[in-house]
């Protein structure tokens, strides 16, 4: 269903919420606290983003929240993190 550019890949085949901006917000979070290693989540999400043109704008989305989220210690680990996997995104 992600590969389908005529349906907005948040939502499935029966026009529900899809858990694609939950499982990128998992696969990040992942990573900001050491789960998985950084550079595998930034692999995942380039491989993922050439899928669909609204994949960018949802990781967007989910990389906003993350960045409410961390900004609340500036010098948390997590922090830290987030901001390396920002760059690797860009």
Do not use: W
């Not at 979070?29 to 609204?54: E, F, P, Y």
């Not at 830290?80 to 920002?86: I, K, Q, R």
């Amino acid at each position: 269903f992600i590969k389908d550019e005529a349906k907005s890949p948040l939502f499935s085949k029966s026009d529900k919420l899809s858990g694609l901006s939950q499982n990128i917000y998992d696969l990040l979070l992942c990573g900001l606290r050491g789960l998985l290693k950084k550079d595998s989540v930034i692999s995942v999400l380039r491989d993922m983003i050439v899928l669909h043109a609204d994949i960018p704008s949802i990781l967007l989305d989910v990389v906003c929240v993350l960045d409410a989220e961390t900004s609340l210690e500036v010098q948390s680990e997590e922090r830290s993190n987030f901001c390396y996997l920002v760059r690797e995104l860009e």
